[in-house]
């Protein structure tokens, strides 16, 4: 009995545990294995065997196991497990029984036939974790785990951080996103257990009509792809993974599939050295540690004209391992495909490749033929042991490098973990914002103006038969816009729904053709008769735009179309990302890596800067998840206290909606959750979100003063020290007016409350006292609607919500649909004036009888709409590309202008001593707060928005007494998630 079992016996003993020694000795009956798997079975236990887990344990702690040494191990393989290691053989990463037929000939080509790895395809993260242990549980030697890669691990398994291809990545500008991308793409590898990634794909895309390559490659320009495949295979290889540069010597300047059939270059060696080796050459100068051939034939620069370059010791050993010097693994593409399977057996596949000078087999037609037939091959001569030896070798050392022998399986537990976390989402959403390339925008049609074009139809064209095809870019796009609508033209479409695309085109102002048509294996890359006819068949006046989600040369078939957008991929993460761009939420700057034949040069694009709020998550506006997740207890906890029944908090960060959730419900009885695109009652928030915008409006076109006497607006002040009264005063509150009154126990019409309120006597002197006033902002939109022929409120909407697309607030929204009333909690049940439960409509009883539009009360918003406005201040004014105020008036109105109070004008400013505002924000923070439970507060040192929407007034105002420490714990946990 070998020494190693004496001292599992010694342990067990020590533990007293004669069962677990008579267990331990039955399972060292290990059935005989061949050639050096038997010896090495001496270090790992059967396969079939399960140790206990103590006495595992026990093994992993006082057994160290002796230090592979590869060329001892080769000389131990019998020549059928040598030709084994070569073979990579497919598999798909999902759950599977082991008495499945799949998995059961998995099992039997690597406990028979002793594979060297696996080549997965479509997969879940747990799914083919599990087989991976599986698998490697059952194999002698580690299998050596491999998989595609091109777009990161969702490029084959579900559930982990999808990258934009690598054109896509080129169109940034920013190698270093190529870095991060092979990075995160070999940390998610590492998880899952994958020892080598096939990418990058190093081919020059030099042909438009190239059927298999096109968005794979980084670029047409040689350098380019040098470039960028470099960082690329550095980001994969910081993390210990085997990158691979792929197709050599070149597959960018082909039209034909070699998936089909054999594509043949007939460029000479001086070509091939000026484009197509460029990258080739700059990866192994890098140190690249595996390149993979390509089924292509070069007949001007080989011995063997019709020889796939796989097959062809010209392409291979001479080119490849002579002159570049390459002394990595070389893997060929897969044998099954045509342009090698139609013209060589399995093992003559195998065998010329092994004399080419390549090393990894990868998904022969038939494994089994093929070991069978190189075996042969070696018995008779045709190839010697030494040959099959090198390969061995350098797979073994890979393996060994890799820690295999020592540590075969994935820890599970830390799936979760690595795969798919914030971080690595974050870096591909910015790496997919930044990739857009706008190649045409007429008209300025771009960023797409909610006034301007009220009616979208977006129409997702496609080759296939997918119905959802675009579905998640319609879903995006109706958070900027409210009338999205969106077709899909597919291949399996019925007359019905053709015919409905026709009507909803004409519905539309603006058509949206989103381009999922792909190149196809003949090359064409055009949309095909039947697509033409439909785009043909929509209204020539109505305005068209064209986004393509995978083949870039697709724009070169609508011309006339107003802009071009190149999206690269028509993946989720594309679709989500394209979204705000189409509306000004993110800016646009990528440069075309292509050249486009008769319509854009390489390099070509223009630039749009971000110019709204785009909804995002935490990570992409620099706020700590973990941190501002405070906040989700908080407002738990004050639900539960019943300082509201519900309520929406909104927090915008540099641009970015990075956090937005709607708590509780929309009253006590607890029926109807609270959603956060809910619209709110904002109560005196109307003073800073609609009175205070449309005077600073005014007063920076000329059209008022701020020192403007109030007299010249209302006779009635021009007598007494009213007649002192400017239009500052009031947005002071020192113009010597009471609070409020309450009016309307008598006065129950708008020109009833307006004409008291002209003539209340004043309890102050003007200027000498600051006594917050209802009243003065009731004048003050008076005074909007005499300078401007227009009410406060349809002032407010042609001016700023309109064209903001601000379409979430109202006065009045019972008067504008259900669609926005439905989204309105109510706010109190009123006992005293209109004896009913008060919802959308105004909750202020003087704004409710002033027809529910006053200077003080009676607006109606969102979160997401309060987030558009007080990003227009943050931005100096401007939002989506419009000026809407100076940045020297929003300075004026925002700083200090109260010699009282810390106040300034309309605007109220963070206490010095205690705020709703928090004490963290900064010393500039301004906004306001409402009665009914709503605040706003910006700090403009952090770029920050912290907004709060609530009816802590329901059932009755005397509830919710707690608000204000609400909104400070919250102002508080927002500022703390800040990250430095």
Known sequence: MPQFHHNIIKICTALGSTIIILLFIQACSFEKLEGATKAYAQDIPDANYKLPVTITDSVDTLHKKKEIQVDSLLNKLSLREKIGQLFFVRAQGYFQNVNDEDYRELASLIKQYHVGGI?????????????????????????????????????????????????????????????????????????????????????????????????????????????????????????????????????????????????????????????????????????????????????????????????????????????????????TDGLEMRGISAHFS????????????????????????????????????????????????????????????????????????????????????????????????????????????????????TDNDNEERGAALAYEMRKYHPAVRHRVFHRNISAEDRQDIIQSAQWANLIIIGSHVYINSSGGHHFDAAQRRLIHSLPDGTPKGVITFGNP?????????????????????????????????????????????????????????????????????????????????????????????????????????????????????????????????????????????????????????????????????????KQDITIRHLLLHTSGLPAYRVYVDKLKSRSAIVEAIKNEPLINEPGTTYEYSDLGFIL?????????????????RDTFYSPMGMNSTYFNPRDVGQWVSNRIPPTEIDTIYRQKTIRAEAHDERAYYMDGVAGHAGLFSSGSDLAAYTQMLLNGGTYGGQQYLSPAIINSFTRKQSEY????????????????????????????????????????????TIIILTNRVYPYRSYGRNISKIRAAVANAVITSVID
């Open 119 to 331: 080549v997965f395809f479509k997969g879940s993260v747990y799914g083919q974790a599990v087989l991976t242990n599986q698998l490697q549980e059952i194999s002698g030697l580690p299998l050596w785990i491999t998989q595609d890669m091109e777009f990161g691990a969702a490029m084959r398994v579900e559930g982990t951080t999808r990258l934009p291809p690598a054109m896509g990545i080129a169109a940034t500008q920013n190698p270093d996103y190529a870095y991060l991308a092979g990075r995160i793409t070999a940390q998610e590898a590492k998880a899952l257990g994958v020892h080598q990634v096939f990418a990058p794909v190093l081919d020059v895309n030099n042909n438009p009509r190239n059927p298999v390559i096109n968005v794979r490659s980084f670029s047409g320009k040689p350098d380019t792809v040098a470039l960028y495949g470099q960082r690329f295979m550095e980001g994969i290889q910081s993390q210990n993974i085997i990158a691979t540069g792929k197709h050599f010597p070149g597959h960018g300047d082909t039209d034909t599939d070699s998936h089909y059939a054999l594509p043949v270059i007939n460029h000479d060696y001086e070509r091939l050295e000026e484009v197509e080796l460029v990258p080739f050459k700059k990866m192994i100068d890098s140190g690249i540690q595996s390149i993979m051939s390509a089924h292509i034939a070069f007949p001007n620069i080989s011995d063997n004209p019709n020889l796939p370059g796989t097959l062809d010791p010209s392409i291979l050993r001479r080119i490849l391992v002579d002159s570049l010097n390459f002394k990595g693994l070389i893997a």
């Open 901 to 944: 109070v810390n106040r300034g004008l309309g605007f109220d400013r963070k206490d010095e001593d205690s705020s709703s505002a928090g004490s963290l924000t900064s010393e500039k923070t301004f906004g306001h707060t409402g009665f009914t439970g709503t605040s706003f507060w910006v700090d403009p040192e952090h770029d920050l």
């Open 553 to 721: 040369y697709a724009v070169g078939d609508l011309p006339n179309a107003r802009f071009h957008l190149l999206a690269w991929q028509g993946s989720d993460l594309q679709l989500r990302n394209t979204a705000p761009a189409l509306f000004g939420a993110s800016n646009i700057g990528g440069r075309l890596p292509i050249e486009i034949p008769g319509s854009y040069g390489i390099n070509r694009g223009l630039s749009l800067p971000q110019t709204t709020i785009r909804f995002g998550d935490p990570q992409s506006a620099g706020l700590s998840s973990d941190s501002l997740y405070k906040i989700d207890t908080i407002m738990h906890d004050a639900i539960f206290d019943s300082t509201f029944p519900g309520g929406v908090v909104t927090v915008v960060k540099d641009g970015v909606v990075a956090y937005q959730k709607g708590f509780g419900y929309e009253t006590y009885e607890k029926h109807n959750p609270v959603n956060k695109s809910d619209i709110y009652d904002l109560a005196s928030l109307t003073k800073v979100t609609a009175t205070t915008p449309a005077m600073m409006k005014l007063i920076d076109e000329g059209k008022i003063n701020l020192d403007d006497k109030v007299s010249s607006y209302f006779p009635e002040f021009n007598k007494g020290k």
């Open 780 to 796: 003050m939109g008076e005074i909007v609607e005499k300078v401007t022929g227009k009410r406060l409120d349809r002032y407010m």
């Open 346 to 461: 399995p093992g003559e596949a195998v065998i010329r490749s092994l004399k080419a000078g390549a090393d990894m087999m990868l998904l022969s037609l038939d494994e089994i033929s093929a070991i069978q037939e190189v075996e042969r091959a070696v018995e008779r001569g045709i190839l010697t042991e030494n040959r099959i030896n090198r390969s061995v070798r350098k797979i073994l050392k890979k393996k060994k490098q890799a820690g295999l022998f020592e540590q075969r399986k994935i820890d599970i537990n830390q799936l979760n973990i690595a795969i798919s976390n914030p971080e690595n989402r974050e870096i591909a959403n910015e790496i997919s914002r930044k990739s857009l390339t706008l190649l045409k925008n007429e008209r300025g049609m771009l960023p797409i103006q909610p006034n301007r074009y009220s009616r979208i139809l977006l129409l997702s064209v």
